[in-house]
């Protein structure tokens, strides 16, 4: 290829081919780059929208023509494409980054370690069924490039990764929501907490005095930065524990004492049970009453939410052993966090790509609630040196349905058997959708 394009959309996924459709709407010229192999049927979508594409590498000598590079989240920074670009002085953004400049509508952005896709779909579902004209994206559905194209909602509820955040300069979010901070994707953060601390904290930056920044206040790592910072936006505190907070818990019951309209219920009214998914509901909450909802349409939808699959999903019951899907559940604290929800003794199925996670944190729910590990990956050695001295019966296996199997046999009559591998899915799996696809179906053929 010899041609000269405008725009160059690095990455073709669902992020990558909705960025380069709104930049064709706007009239770019648009070259997709994918170094490996597109989906079919986003090959489809390019040649029936006549936009030129490669596959299987990146063509130097069109990206340094670009006067805008789109970069999927996926590519890390560190890209010998990406290095390449930033050497030409290229403007590199995001696909939210790109498209939110064409929306006129209001943003609700969430983004911490755990608790994201809960939170984010929980919101979406309260303001759904409040009968607002609400969009969903980021790290859920379709992409918001693709959205904006078709359609501009009045508002938007999006999930916001440290890597999309990393792309990000003029995006401004309305409410910005930072669940937590723990150590997570450090392997592209050269190994340093502080680059993923100052990674999330980007969710504020471009916010006003017009602007609500929610964060949870029993989180160390999160109010340290929040008292280093200059933060513009009025904050909002939520706490399990402290009830000098906005929003807090007590005697059983969630307090929301801000922003609009004051109200209370009881935990035990949420179909999603445990700590975080208190947490998560307090944020939900929140947000909706910024939004202005009804604040009996927010006890309501905030009751009436089921949850996201591959979170903490009770799938089967089968011979009195519970099985639940966390394959969502790809660092420490989720995994902690599904360990500590836990009222029956676990199997635990675990393992995968190791991100740099430090398995003494969670020494303290093991020995409490499990009473074996199936080590589900292709190099288990690390969880298998930590845990051994603390649980009696560590196996390793090569495969979701032997993983299944073998945990099944480990199991009881009123265990449960959970998989919450604390680790990324590549090294077996596609993604962690595939993964507690997987988990599913082989619990399906016992």
């Not at 052993?321 to 599904?338: L, M, P, R």
């Not at 390793?396 to 199997?405: I, K, N, P």
């Amino acid at each position: 290829m010899d041609k000269q394009y405008s725009t160059v959309v690095l990455g073709g996924g669902e992020s990558g081919v909705g960025a380069a459709l709104l930049a064709k709407h706007n009239g770019e010229t648009v070259l997709v780059s994918d170094g490996g192999v597109l989906k079919e049927k986003h090959r489809k979508e390019l040649i029936e929208a006549e936009i030129d594409f490669e596959e299987g590498g990146h063509t130097k000598s069109i990206v340094e023509t670009a006067k805008t590079i789109i970069k999927s989240p996926g590519i890390p920074e560190n890209a010998e494409i990406v290095l390449f670009a930033k050497g030409k002085s290229i403007p590199i953004i995001g696909e939210i980054e790109y498209a939110a400049a064409f929306s006129k509508a209001k943003f609700i952005a969430i983004t911490g370690s755990n608790g994201k896709t809960t939170t984010t779909l929980w919101i979406y579902h309260i303001m759904k069924q409040s009968g607002k004209k609400v969009g969903l994206a980021g790290n859920i559905g379709q992409s918001l490039a693709r959205q904006v194209l078709h359609d501009d909602p009045e508002w938007f509820v999006v999930e916001l990764s440290s890597f999309q955040l990393d792309s990000m300069y003029t995006f401004r979010a309305h409410i910005a929501i930072l669940t937590n901070i723990t150590p997570d994707h450090l392997d592209r953060y050269e190994y340093k907490f502080e680059n993923y601390v100052r990674s999330k904290f980007r969710i504020v930056q471009n916010q006003t005095n017009n602007d609500y920044f929610v964060y949870f206040n029993d989180d160390p790592v999160v109010t340290e930065m929040v008292d280093k910072m200059e933060i513009a936006a009025k904050k909002i505190t939520f706490s399990l524990t402290n009830t000098n907070c906005d929003v807090y818990v007590k005697d059983q019951e969630i307090v929301f004492n801000r922003v609009n309209q004051p109200f209370h219920m009881f935990y035990d009214e949420l179909l999603l049970k445990g700590k975080h998914n208190t947490c998560n509901a307090m944020m939900a909450g929140i947000a909706s009453d910024i939004t202005r909802i009804r604040k009996e349409k927010i006890r309501e939808s905030l009751a009436d939410f089921s949850g996201v699959e591959h979170r903490l999903e009770e799938y089967l019951s089968i011979h009195g052993v519970q099985y639940i899907n966390d394959s969502k559940a790809t660092n420490i604290n989720s995994t902690w966090y599904a360990l500590e929800s836990m009222s029956r003794p676990t199997v635990w199925i675990v393992g995968g790509v190791d991100k740099g996670n430090d398995y003494s944190e969670l020494d303290a729910v093991v020995e409490k609630h499990v009473i074996a590990i199936v080590c589900l990956g292709v190099d288990n050695q690390k969880i298998i040196d930590h845990f051994k001295d603390k649980v009696s019966v560590i196996v390793e296996t090569r495969s979701m349905e032997e993983a299944v199997v073998t945990a099944s046999k480990l199991s009881l009559p009123g265990s449960a058997v959970l998989l919450s591998p604390t680790c990324a899915s590549f090294d077996l799996f596609a993604n962690y959708e595939d993964r507690g696809a997987q988990f599913k179906a082989a619990v399906r053929n016992l």
